[in-house]
């Protein structure tokens, strides 16, 4: 019960470290601070660019003053009569709209005569045919807002307002729903008048230069302006009525005629691109001043005038391309309002994807503190896979973006944090049983070493000195070559700890031999030559009572109890092992057992000096033990002398069963 509460009580502390990263995601999904913005605007051109793009439709079509046109009439900008020919042509050949992505700020000083120039009234000016030519119809001016903070002077120009009706059908934010421009750069009234509709040209790029999302809705002292290709619509579809819908401070829609328009809440539209640069069909303007120009091409359509010609040009990157043609802006935005497949952010977007956060982090947060780290991050993998996977299927089929960005970041920031954590709690864990182990280890040891004492005080504190010296032979000889790699830090511990058991089985011999004051006869020398056989099988009961297997500490412990009275001549007991086949702890125990047996008073034989077991020791060097034992014990001996002499300052009693 105390390891389930406490195994319950670790996964909730590792769910807990999940839930916080969460749910602080979800409060920046709510939020959506601008340094993650530039982050943001990348997931959704990855999602765009793997989407499969829409061919644009066949009611849009760009007139471009290319190269080829500079080089056959002229260099730009052309004589505004040359411009009032290319419009009539256009309107001839039965162009729906045209819209003039080009702007007639100042009047005409051309006076020349081009190849195409000759004026069809002599005698009137360049802006007066151009102008005569507008009223005919069916055209749109462009031109400019300006956002510059500083007072300028200001400047006559005829724009066409649209007459906007707002519904507010969210809580009133107080924000206006639109930019606020502080004036215009404008062709001449007089072709404005004579034009009867515009709209501005303005798209600005996003803070990293990608252009994605275009302004629909201008205000200019107090009245709101369209853009471009929205004039250019509403013209040719004839739309008469247009309202403006305010869900909430991140979205709108725009109505025109029996078309909704999704848009942000500043009224931008994303620009839902149909490829690469050049989708749209360019017609040469020199091909259509000079006649060459199928029938039909501008049959109904809306015709965008602009230039490209190097020099004349304006280019902006999008998520598809990075020289992106200004007039095809445009173009692009009148297909999307002509085909009404918008890309659009949910109106709850935001909520959405918080949801989203909480919904995947919470799920990964128990799959984690439940499973572990790798069913988690197999989840988070699938969950992540599944949620790219579902927004990239949204925005191209559906045309709504969902960003997965920060449900991605909060189940990955959760993942973290909880691999961090359980590790951290696994860690602690298995100190604690570490140290629960090493007490147990200590417990059992000390209470086999008690049970050898009460049978026999005088071998209980021969197991205890030997304790000490050992650690101090064991760590000189681990600074040898041969023996580096075994005598580690932990081993020699080990053997520290576990040397007091060498002497176990001496539980097991009677009474009479164990505590004889002489010397022992063959029969009880051959008794009690069986304490290293009888120790070890005390150990391997104790294994097979518990269900212990291949445990390093007891193999240890056996090594210790079962060859300390093996020879390195092979002479030893119990099975007359032969140099390296003695397991090093048991090589090292022979000598510590001799040492201490040789200095210690006994109840059947006298003590000998340091430096006479010393001598003995050494004597027995390549037969008795292992001589790179002795020439370790030969440099520790001082520090054994110290032990023994601190063992020698307090009385040792006899057996507890001597008479």
Same mark, same amino acid.
């Given at each position: 019960?105390?390891?389930?509460?406490? @195994?319950?009580?670790? @996964?909730?502390?590792?769910?807990?470290? $999940?839930?916080?990263?969460?749910?602080?995601?979800?409060?920046?999904?709510?939020?959506?601070?601008?340094?993650?913005?530039?982050?943001?605007?990348?997931?959704?051109?990855?999602?765009?660019?793997?989407?499969?793009?829409?061919?644009?439709?066949?009611?849009?079509?760009?007139?471009?003053?290319?190269?080829?046109?500079?080089?056959?009439?002229?260099?730009?900008?052309?004589?505004?009569?040359?411009?009032?020919?290319?419009?009539?042509?256009?309107?001839?050949?039965?162009?729906?709209?045209?819209?003039?992505?080009?702007? !007639?700020?100042?009047?005409?000083?051309?006076? /020349?005569?081009?190849?195409?120039?000759?004026?069809?009234?002599?005698?009137?000016?360049?802006?007066?045919?151009?102008?005569?030519?507008?009223?005919?119809?069916?055209?749109?001016?462009?031109?400019?807002?300006?956002?510059?903070?500083?007072?300028?002077?200001?400047?006559?120009?005829?724009?066409?307002?649209?007459?906007?009706?707002?519904?507010?059908?969210?809580?009133?934010?107080?924000?206006?729903?639109?930019?606020?421009?502080?004036?215009?750069?404008?062709?001449?009234?007089?072709?404005?008048?004579?034009?009867?509709?515009?709209?501005?040209?303005?798209?600005?790029?996003?803070?990293?230069?990608?252009?994605?999302?275009?302004?629909?809705?201008?205000?200019?002292?107090?009245?709101?302006?369209?853009?471009?290709?929205?004039?250019?619509?509403?013209?040719?579809?004839?739309?008469?009525?247009?309202?403006?819908?305010?869900?909430?401070?991140?979205?709108?829609?725009?109505?025109?005629?029996?078309?909704?328009?999704?848009?942000?809440?500043?009224?931008?539209?994303?620009?839902?691109?149909?490829?690469?640069?050049?989708?749209?069909?360019?017609?040469?303007?020199?091909?259509?001043?000079?006649?060459?120009?199928?029938? $039909?091409?501008?049959?109904?359509?809306?015709?965008?005038?602009?230039?490209?010609?190097?020099?004349?040009?304006?280019?902006?990157?999008?998520?598809?391309?990075?020289?992106?043609?200004?007039?095809?802006?445009?173009?692009?935005?009148?297909?999307?309002?002509?085909?009404?497949? !918008?890309?659009?952010?949910?109106?709850? $977007?935001?909520?959405?994807?918080?949801?989203?956060?909480?919904?995947?982090?919470?799920?990964?947060?128990?799959?984690?503190?439940?499973?572990?780290?790798?069913?988690?991050?197999?989840?988070?993998?699938?969950?992540?896979?599944?949620?790219?996977?579902?927004?990239?299927?949204?925005?191209?089929?559906?045309?709504?973006?969902?960003?997965?960005?920060?449900?991605?970041?909060?189940?990955?920031?959760?993942?973290?944090?909880?691999?961090?954590?359980?590790?951290?709690?696994? @860690?602690?864990?298995?100190?604690?049983?570490?140290?629960?182990?090493?007490?147990?280890?200590?417990?059992?040891?000390?209470?086999?070493?008690?049970?050898?004492?009460?049978?026999?005080?005088?071998?209980?504190?021969?197991?205890?000195?030997?304790?000490?010296?050992?650690?101090?032979?064991?760590?000189?000889?681990?600074?040898?070559? $041969?023996?580096?790699?075994?005598?580690?830090?932990?081993?020699?511990?080990?053997?520290?700890?576990?040397?007091?058991?060498?002497?176990?089985?001496?539980?097991?011999?009677?009474?009479?031999?164990?505590?004889?004051?002489?010397?022992?006869?063959?029969?009880?020398?051959?008794?009690?030559?069986?304490?290293?056989?009888?120790?070890?099988?005390?150990?391997?009961?104790?294994?097979?009572?518990?269900?212990?297997?291949?445990?390093?500490?007891?193999?240890?412990?056996?090594?210790?109890?079962?060859?300390?009275?093996?020879?390195?001549?092979?002479?030893?007991?119990?099975?007359?092992?032969?140099?390296?086949?003695?397991?090093?702890? /048991?090589?090292?125990?022979?000598?510590?057992?001799?040492?201490?047996?040789?200095?210690?008073?006994?109840?059947?034989?006298?003590?000998?000096?340091?430096?006479?077991?010393?001598? !003995?020791?050494?004597? /027995?060097?390549?037969?008795?033990?292992?001589?790179?034992?002795?020439?370790?014990?030969?440099?520790?001996?001082?520090?054994?002398?110290?032990?023994?002499?601190?063992?020698?300052?307090?009385?040792?009693?006899?057996?507890?069963?001597?008479?």
């Amino acid at each position: 019960m105390r390891s389930q509460s406490a @195994r319950a009580t670790r @996964r909730r502390l590792v769910f807990l470290c $999940g839930l916080i990263p969460v749910l602080f995601t979800a409060v920046l999904a709510l939020y959506r601070p601008t340094w993650l913005a530039r982050l943001d605007n990348a997931v959704y051109d990855s999602l765009l660019r793997s989407a499969r793009t829409r061919p644009p439709g066949d009611r849009v079509v760009i007139v471009d003053v290319d190269e080829r046109s500079l080089s056959t009439i002229g260099q730009w900008p052309w004589r505004r009569d040359l411009i009032g020919r290319l419009i009539a042509r256009l309107r001839d050949m039965g162009a729906s709209t045209i819209a003039l992505d080009i702007i !007639f700020a100042e009047p005409d000083r051309d006076s /020349g005569v081009g190849r195409f120039g000759a004026r069809s009234s002599p005698g009137i000016a360049p802006d007066d045919e151009l102008a005569r030519t507008l009223r005919g119809g069916r055209v749109v001016l462009g031109y400019g807002m300006t956002f510059d903070a500083a007072a300028r002077a200001p400047r006559a120009c005829v724009l066409h307002p649209v007459g906007l009706v707002t519904l507010q059908a969210g809580e009133d934010t107080g924000d206006a729903a639109y930019f606020r421009a502080s004036g215009a750069v404008c062709s001449l009234p007089m072709l404005a008048e004579a034009a009867g509709a515009s709209g501005f040209m303005n798209a600005a790029p996003d803070a990293d230069g990608i252009l994605r999302r275009v302004p629909l809705l201008v205000e200019l002292d107090g009245r709101v302006y369209p853009n471009l290709a929205l004039a250019a619509v509403a013209a040719s579809t004839g739309a008469r009525e247009v309202g403006l819908r305010i869900w909430n401070v991140n979205a709108s829609s725009l109505i025109v005629g029996n078309r909704s328009v999704p848009l942000d809440g500043k009224s931008n539209l994303l620009v839902r691109y149909r490829g690469k640069k050049r989708t749209f069909p360019y017609v040469s303007a020199a091909d259509v001043l000079s006649g060459q120009v199928p029938v $039909g091409t501008f049959g109904g359509k809306i015709v965008l005038v602009g230039t490209t010609a190097l020099g004349t040009r304006e280019v902006v990157a999008t998520p598809l391309d990075t020289l992106f043609a200004g007039v095809e802006v445009q173009a692009t935005v009148a297909d999307n309002l002509l085909q009404q497949d !918008f890309i659009s952010r949910s109106r709850l $977007g935001t909520t959405l994807e918080s949801v989203a956060v909480l919904v995947l982090g919470v799920a990964v947060a128990v799959l984690v503190a439940a499973a572990g780290i790798v069913s988690g991050v197999l989840g988070v993998a699938s969950g992540v896979a599944a949620l790219w996977s579902g927004a990239a299927w949204l925005l191209a089929a559906r045309g709504v973006f969902i960003s997965p960005l920060f449900p991605t970041i909060g189940v990955m920031c959760a993942l973290a944090v909880m691999t961090l954590a359980k590790f951290t709690v696994e @860690r602690r864990r298995a100190e604690n049983a570490g140290r629960d182990k090493t007490n147990a280890q200590r417990l059992m040891v000390q209470t086999l070493l008690s049970l050898t004492e009460v049978r026999d005080a005088e071998t209980g504190l021969h197991s205890r000195r030997t304790q000490q010296y050992a650690r101090l032979l064991a760590e000189q000889l681990s600074t040898q070559p $041969g023996f580096r790699d075994y005598l580690t830090a932990e081993r020699i511990d080990l053997l520290s700890s576990l040397a007091p058991l060498h002497d176990i089985g001496k539980v097991g011999i009677p009474d009479h031999i164990l505590n004889k004051p002489g010397a022992l006869t063959e029969e009880e020398l051959a008794e009690m030559r069986k304490h290293p056989v009888l120790g070890r099988d005390v150990i391997l009961k104790a294994e097979q009572q518990v269900g212990v297997r291949d445990d390093a500490i007891l193999a240890i412990a056996k090594d210790i109890v079962y060859t300390h009275h093996e020879r390195w001549d092979g002479t030893g007991y119990p099975r007359g092992l032969r140099g390296a086949e003695i397991p090093v702890v /048991g090589r090292v125990m022979a000598v510590v057992d001799v040492y201490d047996a040789t200095v210690t008073r006994t109840l059947y034989r006298p003590s000998m000096s340091h430096d006479d077991a010393v001598k !003995f020791i050494v004597g /027995g060097k390549g037969t008795h033990f292992d001589p790179a034992v002795v020439d370790a014990f030969i440099s520790v001996a001082p520090a054994l002398r110290s032990v023994s002499h601190e063992a020698d300052r307090y009385p040792q009693p006899r057996s507890l069963f001597a008479p």
